[in-house]
């Protein structure tokens, strides 16, 4: 179960992404809170559309999880990055440019790497003008698809062949230096994003040319 839901600083929904677990889910949210006629609900949804009547649900759902973040934000400077739930799957949250992405997952994916890698996805499609998202069909097809590649990706040997590349020549207190950085880098990776360390490989590139590589 995948959902992501981006908000704007005025908690306008801009933009939705979600599987099919993950709408039936809200489904059964909204009939248990008698939030909008379920028979409706389901004659408007369609596969990646977001419509008007599933925005007014979501919006609904997530509106006290969004006051909440929020207030422990503006008010607190506490916010907290996610909440697990009693099915145990989690909710992640990231937030910049005034632009809050909230993703849900299951168990099996890691909530928090996934919002940070989708909130990047959206910067690259639309730089800082996020509301496209909302406007554009383009844009937000575009980011669609990008997101689907990933999760498709993620899932599959994502080796990388470093035999068949040159290794720039280095002096070997230099080599050792920097394997050290970058040693401290997975490290530190891997306390921010949660990820265990043995998936992470970091490269310094010169060019086409491998000038010191490690891996977790």
């Not at 996934?114 to 097809?141: A, I, P, R, W």
Request: hydrophobic share 40%.
């Amino acid at each position: 179960m995948i959902g992501l839901i981006l908000f704007d600083n005025h908690d306008d929904l801009l933009y939705v992404f979600s599987d099919q677990e993950f709408r039936k889910k809200i489904e059964t949210v909204a009939r248990n809170l008698e939030i909008i006629n379920c028979n409706s609900y389901q004659d408007q949804t369609k596969p990646n559309k977001t419509t008007e009547i599933e925005s007014i649900v979501l919006m609904q759902i997530f509106s006290p999880l969004l006051t909440s973040y929020r207030v422990m934000n503006q008010e607190f400077q506490n916010s907290y990055d996610g909440i697990t739930c009693e099915d145990g799957s989690t909710v992640a949250f990231y937030e910049e440019m005034d632009f809050l992405l909230i993703a849900v997952a299951k168990y099996n994916i890691n909530a928090v790497h996934l919002v940070k890698v989708c909130y990047e996805t959206m910067q690259h499609v639309c730089g800082s003008s996020f509301s496209l998202l909302k406007h554009s069909d383009t844009h937000s097809e575009l980011t669609t698809i990008l997101i689907e590649t990933f999760l498709e990706l993620r899932q599959s040997s994502q080796a990388i062949v470093t035999e068949s590349m040159y290794y720039e020549p280095i002096r070997e207190e230099v080599n050792t230096y920097i394997l050290k950085i970058l040693q401290t880098s997975i490290e530190e990776l891997k306390v921010k994003t949660q990820i265990p360390a043995s998936k992470f490989h970091i490269l310094v590139l010169k060019e086409t040319s491998i000038i010191s590589i490690y891996s977790g």
